[in-house]
C-alpha cells in the first residue's frame, strides 16, 4: 500500500498551500499529518484526517475523501516551511508517504 | 511531560546486529495502552516505519524488515528496544522512537525522541 505525495509545494507567504497525499480508498482509513523541519524530529499536526493535537495552530487543517487526503495550511508563514508525510494504517501496518517539501517564497 | 530518547551505537559493521533503546520519562509505559514504535529515515529520504510493540509484548512490523527485526519492552526500566539484524549501508540513517497511537484508534504518533543516527560502516 502505497501513499503518493507530491515532491514538492511551493506557496506565497499568507496564502493557503494545499499537499495531497494519495492512495486506494484512502478515504476510508485515517490519515495523519506531520511536519518535519531540517534536523528535526516529525511533530505531528494533524491526526484522524481532521483533529489537531494540541499547540498546533488552526491554520492547519486537514480532510479525506475518496482516494485523497489533503493537508491545508492558511495564511502560510515562513515558519511553515518544511517536508510533510502524510500516514496511514493498512492491514496492521503503518504507511508513511514519500514527502513533500513546502516552500514558501 | 513524556518524554523519550533513543540510544545506541552510531556505528555498526556490516551483517552485523543494532541494538537500540528507546527510555521513557514523563509517564509509565506500563501503565499505558499505547503502543510504541520505531521509525527510520535515511539520508535526504523519507520516514520508515519498522515496527510498534504494547507492553504486552505485541508486535506490529513492517513486512520488508520483518525477518530482520525484534522488538520487547522491559517495563521495570521504562524502556523498550529494538533488534535489527544483518546490516547493510542501505540500514543507515537516523532512528526514532515514538508513541504510537495508530494501532489503536489511528491517532498519530504524537511524542518523538530526538533520534538517533546510525551509520552502517567498515
Known amino acids: 500500500y502505497e501513499l503518493i505525495q507530491p515532491p514538492s509545494v511551493s506557496v506565497s507567504p499568507g496564502q493557503t498551500a494545499s499537499i495531497s497525499c494519495s492512495a486506494d480508498?484512502?478515504?476510508?482509513?485515517?490519515a495523519s499529518w506531520y511536519q518535519q523541519k531540517p534536523g528535526q524530529s516529525p511533530i505531528l499536526v494533524i491526526y484522524?484526517?481532521?483533529k489537531r493535537p494540541s499547540g498546533i495552530p488552526e491554520r492547519f487543517s486537514g480532510s479525506n475523501s475518496g482516494n485523497t487526503a489533503t493537508l491545508t495550511i492558511s495564511g502560510t508563514q515562513a515558519m511553515d516551511e518544511a517536508d510533510y508525510y502524510c500516514?496511514?494504517?493498512?492491514?496492521?501496518?503503518?504507511?508513511f508517504g514519500g514527502g513533500t517539501k513546502l516552500t514558501v517564497l | 511531560q513524556l518524554q523519550l530518547q533513543e540510544s545506541g551505537p552510531g556505528l555498526v559493521k556490516p551483517s552485523e546486529t543494532l541494538s537500540l533503546t528507546c527510555t521513557v520519562s514523563?509517564?509509565?509505559?506500563?501503565?499505558?495502552?499505547?503502543?510504541w514504535g520505531w521509525i527510520r529515515q535515511p539520508p535526504g529520504k523519507a520516514l520508515e516505519w519498522i515496527g510498534s510493540?504494547?507492553?504486552?509484548?505485541?508486535?506490529y512490523d513492517a513486512p520488508s524488515l520483518r525477518s530482520r527485526v525484534t522488538m520487547s519492552v522491559d517495563t521495570s526500566q521504562n524502556q523498550f528496544s529494538l533488534k535489527l539484524r544483518s546490516m547493510t549501508a542501505t540500514d543507515t540513517g537516523i532512528y526514532f522512537c515514538?508513541?504510537?497511537?495508530?494501532?489503536?484508534?489511528?491517532?498519530?504518533?504524537?511524542?518523538w525522541g530526538l533520534g538517533t543516527t546510525v551509520t552502517v560502516s567498515s
Open positions: 515514538a508513541r504510537d497511537l495508530m494501532v489503536q484508534g489511528q491517532e498519530g504518533m504524537d511524542v
Open positions: 514523563g509517564g509509565s509505559i506500563s501503565g499505558s495502552s499505547s503502543y
Open positions: 510493540i504494547h507492553n504486552s509484548g505485541t508486535t
Open positions: 480508498k484512502l478515504g476510508e482509513k485515517y
Open positions: 484522524q484526517d481532521t
Open positions: 500516514q496511514a494504517w493498512h492491514r496492521t501496518t503503518v504507511v
